[in-house]
């Protein structure tokens, strides 16, 4: 079910609301949470029932190791938790996303012929898979209770953040269930909430699924495009993956408050950070925090001194680029945005006036650093969007061969889309000339109402800041039934795939 529905909007929602608040006014507060994490297994398991059978089962398997602890609490009992958490939670998620990765490359390295099983990936597996490793961790050493079971399904299941995240920590979402004075209706929570959902709504449908029939179609022609349609396709993609993936966190931050549960934030603008480290204290910030606790320092962080700190920097993206997909494009992708940040923890170039405390030989301006680091991400993006390796470097190549082939009036011509159906049909009676033209201003409109967008505050600030005044309202109407009428163009969320 997605959020971008008829069917989530209309039926869902305002069914898992009655029976969450409604349960919960009669004081039938465990029951308002199996209610809830019900109505989030619905959620999950509309997209495909068997999808639910993987879910249950990873949430008893996880559930019953923590019990299993209660009985002993020795380092030896800690060590075997730890091990057998991290083996059977990275086992399932290798098993159903990587397993025919890891056969491809053996079967290239030795020349075998193993057989593919060509597995579903089940939905929101990296997301749910993380979640509740990180609480195995915790538990094994010491830094979580033995919740409920109750609590904990409803910890994992809860259907805001289930799919694509934030990825939640235990400590922050089970004492909020705990809460029951949480559990009453909160007006001004609640008009948070649908204020942040729409803002979500309109970066999803009205931008994103927009952009992404540029994006969808370049990426498909990749060994035709030129110089011009090449830079607009990788601009598209920039701007469809950031409103994609920010509306989703904002939609789920949005039903949360609706709830009056608060999400974590998950991003803060990142494409007005000045450095690929700052973008990266920005960008999908709840995974950034899962890698630095569980892998990044553990490792020893940066307290061993630079070149293991070069090291961790690089294992951790290397492994943030595999855990977004079975594809070496990721890795390659991970692994430009590690040696980026390596670059900037060398302190060899700073940026003036950041707030940043390591020592630079050479200082540039804001603009320029601002520059360097959205021009490095916007290329780094050809790896993360291509199929191949192979299309990546193409796609390379097209941008700096310098040629111009006229290309780009086919990419513009799917930005055809219900909104501008009159300005069409005018042209095409009063000057058909001018049509693929106009199709290039319309496509060049949307980039820069994209870019417009992202130079204003973002949606969680404008709903911190506003004072729910008529104008607001009105605004928010205008941006809901315009979203609304455009689901007929809907589209799955990008990070579904992951």
């Not at 308002?32 to 619905?42: D, H, Y």
């Not at 089962?57 to 209660?70: K, M, T």
């Not at 370049?218 to 950031?242: H, K, N, R």
């Not at 680029?321 to 670059?343: E, K, P, R, S």
Request: hydrophobic fraction near 50%; aromatic fraction near 22%; charge should be positive.
């Amino acid at each position: 079910m997605l959020f971008n529905s008829y069917i989530f909007i209309f039926i869902f929602l305002p069914a898992a609301l009655l029976g969450w608040y409604g349960l919960n006014q009669l004081h039938k507060y465990r029951l308002a949470q199996l209610f809830l994490a019900g109505m989030s297994l619905w959620f999950y398991g509309y997209f495909n029932t068997y999808y639910l059978l993987i879910i249950v089962v990873s949430i008893l398997i996880n559930y019953l190791l923590s019990y299993i602890l209660n009985f002993s609490q020795t380092r030896q009992t800690r060590r075997i938790g730890l091990a057998a958490g991290i083996c059977i939670n990275l086992g399932i998620l290798f098993y159903f996303k990587y397993y025919d990765f890891f056969i491809e490359n053996l079967n290239y390295v030795f020349r075998t012929d193993f057989n593919l099983k060509h597995i579903l990936l089940p939905l929101g597996i990296s997301f749910f898979t993380f979640q509740q490793l990180s609480f195995i961790i915790d538990r094994c050493t010491g830094k979580a209770e033995h919740y409920s079971f109750t609590d904990y399904i409803t910890f994992v299941t809860f259907f805001p953040q289930l799919i694509a995240g934030p990825i939640v920590l235990h400590q922050e979402m089970i004492p909020q269930f705990k809460d029951y004075g949480r559990r009453s209706f909160h007006p001004a929570s609640f008009a948070k909430g649908i204020s942040l959902f729409t803002l979500g709504l309109g970066k999803k449908v009205l931008l994103a699924d927009v952009l992404a029939l540029a994006t969808n179609f370049g990426f498909e022609q990749t060994y035709f495009l030129d110089t011009p349609s090449t830079l607009l396709v990788i601009l598209a993609y920039t701007f469809q993956i950031y409103f994609d993936f920010s509306g989703y966190s904002d939609m789920a931050m949005g039903l949360g408050y609706m709830f009056n549960i608060v999400l974590p934030v998950n991003f803060n603008s990142p494409y007005k950070a000045c450095s690929v480290k700052e973008l990266w204290q920005r960008w999908h910030m709840t995974l950034s925090r899962f890698f630095i606790t569980y892998v990044y320092i553990p490792l020893g962080g940066s307290k061993k001194g630079k070149a293991r700190t070069i090291v961790n920097t690089m294992a951790v993206f290397a492994l943030s680029g595999l855990w977004h997909g079975a594809n070496w494009t990721y890795v390659a992708w991970g692994t430009m945005q590690g040696l980026l940040v390596v670059w900037d923890n060398l302190g060899i170039i700073g940026i003036r006036g950041s707030a940043e405390k390591i020592p630079s030989r050479f200082h540039i301006p804001r603009w320029l650093g601002w520059l360097f680091t959205f021009s490095f991400f916007n290329l780094s993006l050809f790896f993360f969007r291509s199929e191949s390796m192979t299309y990546a470097f193409q796609m390379f190549k097209n941008l700096f061969s310098f040629k111009h082939t006229g290309y780009i009036y086919k990419l513009a011509a799917t930005m055809d889309i219900p909104e501008f159906y009159i300005f069409k049909q005018a042209i095409t009676m009063f000057a058909p000339n001018l049509l693929n033209t106009a199709f290039i201003v319309v496509f060049l409109l949307i980039l820069a109402v994209s870019a417009f967008v992202l130079t204003r505050k973002n949606s969680l600030e404008i709903v911190e800041h506003s004072n729910y005044g008529p104008k607001f309202c009105w605004y928010i109407t205008a941006v809901f039934i315009w979203s609304l009428i455009s689901f007929s163009q809907v589209s799955t969320f990008i990070y579904f795939n992951f």
